[in-house]
């Protein structure tokens, strides 16, 4: 027995358990209005994703814009820590060579 032929008699099967005094006949434009107003609920939620998603995407644009300026907060944050690296790591190169000639000042 084909698909189509077992769903037309269950759905005969289903429509003949229906108390037809609790069915409610509304007109086709009605049904169409009613349906709008669920579909506009599903458009208005999606509206709502799409400019979350575009706000999101222009603020990584615009945090990327500004990563390597110099004249914000973080960009002078980031130029003093670079700066204290570089002091440091010339710190530790003038030790490393006080301490070779220490090293040969002994051994000679």
């Known amino acids: 027995m084909p698909i189509s032929e077992l769903l037309r008699r269950i759905s005969l099967k289903l429509f003949l358990k229906v108390d037809l005094q609790q069915v ?3 007109p ?3 049904w169409e209005r009613i349906q709008d107003s669920l579909d506009r609920l599903t458009r208005e939620a ?3 994703r799409a400019e979350r998603k575009a706000k999101k995407e222009m603020h990584l644009r615009s945090q990327e ?3 390597h300026w110099t004249n914000t907060y973080a960009g002078m944050k ?5 700066a204290k690296k570089k002091r440091d790591e010339e710190i530790e190169a003038e030790r490393q060579i006080l301490d070779l000639e220490e090293e040969i000042y002994k051994q000679g």
């Open 24 to 26: 409610t006949v509304i």
């Open 28 to 30: 086709h434009n009605e």
């Open 46 to 48: 999606a509206c709502l």
């Open 65 to 67: 814009v500004v990563k």
């Open 78 to 82: 980031e130029q003093k820590l670079e």
